[in-house]
């Protein structure tokens, strides 16, 4: 028998119904990860994404939406050849430092702004470590 919480009938039953179906998703999301685990225990890193560090990886996934790959290629080639492809040389640019480099990507003023707020959590989260997120 439920527990009178002081909600109508209905909602409790709504409530319940909610936390049923909250719990079955997080057993399949952990039955996923084993998959997932195991598949790439088994077959390694797929390497489908383009990027020679994770760091690389992030910045690319923020300057790909809405725009193709080979712009995004020629900002993060840009970064690179000024020196500012990593955390700690990124951390310092303003966005309106960063936009005209990552013109290219399309939407810079934009994606510059989005790219200061990950940097900003990365920092405040992670010690500007992207790996750290994987732990």
Not at 34 to 43: K, T
Not at 53 to 76: H, M, R, Y
Request: net charge positive; with cysteine.
């Amino acid at each position: 028998m439920a527990v009178n919480d002081g909600r109508p009938a209905p909602a409790r039953a709504v409530a319940l119904s909610w936390g049923r179906m909250a719990a079955r998703e997080v057993q399949g999301g952990a039955r996923l990860l084993s998959i997932y685990r195991r598949l790439r225990g088994a077959r390694g890193h797929a390497g489908w994404w383009p990027g020679e560090t994770p760091f690389e990886v992030c910045l690319g996934a923020i300057l790909t939406q809405n725009t193709s790959w080979s712009n995004v290629d020629k900002a993060l080639a840009v970064l690179r050849k000024r020196g500012r492809l990593s955390y700690e040389s990124l951390r310092r640019c303003r966005p309106a430092r960063l936009a005209p480099l990552i013109r290219s990507s399309g939407y810079f003023n934009v994606k510059a702004r989005r790219v200061h707020a990950f940097l900003e959590f990365l920092g405040r989260e992670y010690g500007g470590r992207v790996e750290a997120m994987a732990a």
